[in-house]
Structure formats: structure tokens, C-alpha cells
């Protein structure tokens, strides 16, 4: 990249953003499993994700400032992954920190031991395959709809149209009644 022209770095920048796009609008979950350490444009990829996981040992850093870049592609997704207060000190500063401070800025969704990594995983797939599929990608296609926007009259009839959509919908309706009656749904039934 340093001897990329500005023409070389803007295409290589954008094949990063599209990736990154890719994983954030992916119809299906999509969990992060930290395993080591994130530096740089590997935060953006934890970051891209639904949800993320990360062995208690993994060392978290937005490198970039060291090396006098800034982390501009992967700012729309860290900044949505940590929150805004936490980016300023990070991006600014690119101080390292450890798995217990990316959980307590929200930055991964759990911290464990590096022998529970497998289970922690197993559990959220458990999780997340128990549910409607649909339900699922309206869900993640519904939470990057509402976040961050005014709750305005446009917002709620469109979470008024989703609902009735999903109530209206096969799998909304085999839901609820699988509900009444006591049984599991037909996603589940097999």
C-alpha cells in the first residue's frame, strides 16, 4: 500500500469495504470467534458480525494511528460495534486492550476461556438455529433499519408494516399456532 497511488489505494480500500458490507448484510447471522488477537482491519471484520465471541486472552487494537493512517473503512462498523465514545479513545490513541474492556464497551458479546470457546460456540448456533429462519434475517434486516434513526412517523409504519408482514407470513402463522398447541414448530419438528 505505501507505494500504491491514491487510484490504487481507493480500489483496494473499496474491495475491504465491500467485504465488510458483504458480512454486515449477509440475510444470515454471522458470529465472530476471536481466537487470537484483532489489530487493524481485523477489528472491522469482528465488528461486520452480528455477534461476536472472544477468547479471554485476545488483545483488541485500531493500530492505525501508529503507522499514520486512520481506520476509515472499518469506522462505520467499529464505530457501530463499541460505540462512539469508546471509538474517540481508540482510534486516537491505539492503545491495546484486552477481551474484558472489547466486552465491557460491547465491542464482543462474551469473553471466556479458550477451552470454552467451542461450547460458547455451539451454544449461540444452538440459539440462534432454534429460532424461524425468516424471523431471523427480517430480524437483522429489521435492527439495521431502525438503529440509529429518529423515531419518526416514516420509522413506526414501517415497523407497523414489518410486524403485519410477519404475523401475515407461513412461518409467522406456523409460529404462533405451533405456540397454542403445545408443540415445536415445523423448523424444529424434524
Same mark, same amino acid.
Given at each position: 500500500?505505501?507505494?500504491? *497511488?491514491?487510484?490504487?489505494?481507493?480500489a483496494?480500500a473499496?474491495?475491504?469495504?465491500?467485504?465488510?458490507q458483504?458480512?454486515?448484510?449477509? %440475510?444470515? %447471522?454471522t458470529?465472530? /470467534?476471536?481466537?487470537?488477537?484483532?489489530?487493524?482491519?481485523?477489528?472491522?471484520l469482528?465488528?461486520?458480525?452480528d455477534m461476536?465471541?472472544?477468547?479471554?486472552t485476545?488483545? &483488541?487494537?485500531?493500530?492505525?494511528?501508529?503507522?499514520?493512517?486512520?481506520?476509515? *473503512?472499518?469506522?462505520?462498523?467499529v464505530?457501530?460495534?463499541m460505540?462512539?465514545?469508546?471509538?474517540?479513545?481508540?482510534?486516537?490513541?491505539?492503545e491495546r &486492550?484486552g477481551?474484558?474492556?472489547?466486552? /465491557?464497551?460491547?465491542f464482543?458479546?462474551?469473553?471466556?476461556?479458550?477451552?470454552?470457546? #467451542?461450547?460458547?460456540?455451539d451454544?449461540?448456533?444452538?440459539?440462534?438455529?432454534?429460532?424461524? %429462519?425468516d424471523?431471523v434475517?427480517?430480524?437483522?434486516?429489521?435492527?439495521?433499519?431502525?438503529a440509529?434513526? #429518529?423515531?419518526?412517523?416514516?420509522?413506526?409504519? /414501517? *415497523?407497523?408494516?414489518?410486524?403485519?408482514d410477519?404475523?401475515?407470513?407461513?412461518?409467522?402463522?406456523?409460529g404462533v399456532?405451533?405456540?397454542l398447541?403445545?408443540?415445536? %414448530?415445523?423448523?424444529?419438528?424434524?
Amino acid at each position: 500500500m505505501a507505494d500504491y *497511488t491514491r487510484d490504487e489505494n481507493r480500489a483496494d480500500a473499496g474491495q475491504l469495504a465491500g467485504m465488510l458490507q458483504a458480512i454486515y448484510t449477509c %440475510p444470515k %447471522p454471522t458470529v465472530a /470467534r476471536v481466537q487470537g488477537d484483532v489489530y487493524a482491519g481485523g477489528m472491522g471484520l469482528v465488528a461486520a458480525c452480528d455477534m461476536a465471541v472472544a477468547v479471554d486472552t485476545a488483545q &483488541f487494537c485500531l493500530s492505525e494511528a501508529k503507522l499514520g493512517l486512520a481506520p476509515a *473503512t472499518i469506522s462505520p462498523y467499529v464505530v457501530r460495534a463499541m460505540g462512539a465514545r469508546a471509538a474517540h479513545r481508540y482510534f486516537l490513541t491505539a492503545e491495546r &486492550f484486552g477481551a474484558a474492556e472489547a466486552l /465491557r464497551i460491547g465491542f464482543v458479546h462474551e469473553g471466556v476461556a479458550a477451552d470454552a470457546l #467451542d461450547e460458547k460456540m455451539d451454544e449461540l448456533l444452538k440459539a440462534l438455529t432454534a429460532n424461524g %429462519p425468516d424471523a431471523v434475517r427480517v430480524g437483522k434486516a429489521l435492527l439495521q433499519d431502525v438503529a440509529g434513526k #429518529d423515531i419518526d412517523a416514516a420509522l413506526i409504519a /414501517r *415497523t407497523v408494516d414489518c410486524i403485519a408482514d410477519v404475523r401475515a407470513s407461513a412461518e409467522g402463522k406456523e409460529g404462533v399456532q405451533s405456540f397454542l398447541q403445545k408443540r415445536k %414448530p415445523s423448523w424444529l419438528a424434524s
